[in-house]
């Protein structure tokens, strides 16, 4: 069964600095992975989606990368912003469904 | 357009009733996913619908727990004999096919009193 870690669990950083967040994965048979946030209390907001073949995507202040080979990912958030506060979860798909970690929880601080 | 929707927004029922959840997946999309998502824990899978059909409902805990999408989009999560035990936000996602790009609905928060 696919198991996924995300670290750090939490985090905090000053406004203004660039930060990652980084995701692994133990089976690397998988046909993409999506990075996704979620706000208190809400439901869950795609990041960015990278296909298997792919080495990266962007999005805007946000870079997120694959190598599905060793099982890692990594979200590049540049120049954080209070916004930016939020869990973040990190889920590859395989086997018909994403399978999630617990997330990284990111404070940005004014 | 419109994301996915899920309604009600928040159940409380008690122990051993029968509960239904519902999810409006983005129209056209094929693939219908439910997750469970536990306090301080990411969602966890519990079926996967492709059409009208039930392409994989390894996930699903116990056979209290049942779903269904007869016309192929909206779907019905329906749990008997509840238990506090399944107290959790039910989450359900859409996406035009199985592996591709997933949408959260804002989910179902159900606690068992």
């Known amino acids: 069964k696919q198991e996924v870690t995300q670290i750090p669990a939490a985090l905090s950083v000053p406004e203004g600095e660039n930060l990652v967040l980084n995701c692994s994965f133990t089976?690397?048979?998988?046909?993409?992975l999506q990075w996704f946030r979620q706000d208190p209390g809400k439901g869950l907001t795609s990041l960015l989606l990278?296909?298997?073949?792919?080495r990266e995507q962007t999005s805007g202040r946000l870079n997120a990368s694959l190598d599905k080979s060793s099982g890692r990912s990594t979200l590049y958030i540049a120049a954080s912003q209070p916004g930016d506060s939020a869990t973040y979860l990190c889920?590859?798909?395989?086997?018909?469904?994403?399978?999630f970690g617990t997330g990284t929880s990111l404070t940005v601080i004014p | 357009g419109a994301g996915v929707s899920q309604t009600p927004s928040n159940k409380v029922t008690e122990k051993g009733k029968y509960v239904e959840l519902r999810c409006d997946p983005i129209?056209?999309?094929?693939?219908l996913y439910w997750y469970r998502q536990s306090l301080g824990q990411g969602p966890e899978f519990l079926i996967y619908?492709?059409?009208?059909?039930?392409?994989?409902d390894s996930g699903l805990p116990n056979d209290r727990f049942f779903a269904v999408r007869p016309e192929g989009s909206v779907s019905t999560l329906k749990i008997q004999r509840t238990e506090r035990g399944d107290s959790a936000v039910y989450l359900c996602?859409?996406?035009?096919?199985?592996?591709?790009?997933?949408?959260f609905g804002p989910g179902t928060r159900l606690t068992v009193l």
């Open positions: 619908f492709q059409g009208t059909g039930a392409a994989d």
């Open positions: 089976d690397s048979a998988i046909y993409n």
């Open positions: 996602a859409s996406s035009s096919t199985g592996a591709d790009e997933q949408f």
């Open positions: 889920a590859p798909y395989g086997g018909n469904q994403f399978y």
């Open positions: 129209s056209g999309h094929t693939a």
């Open positions: 990278i296909q298997s073949s792919q």
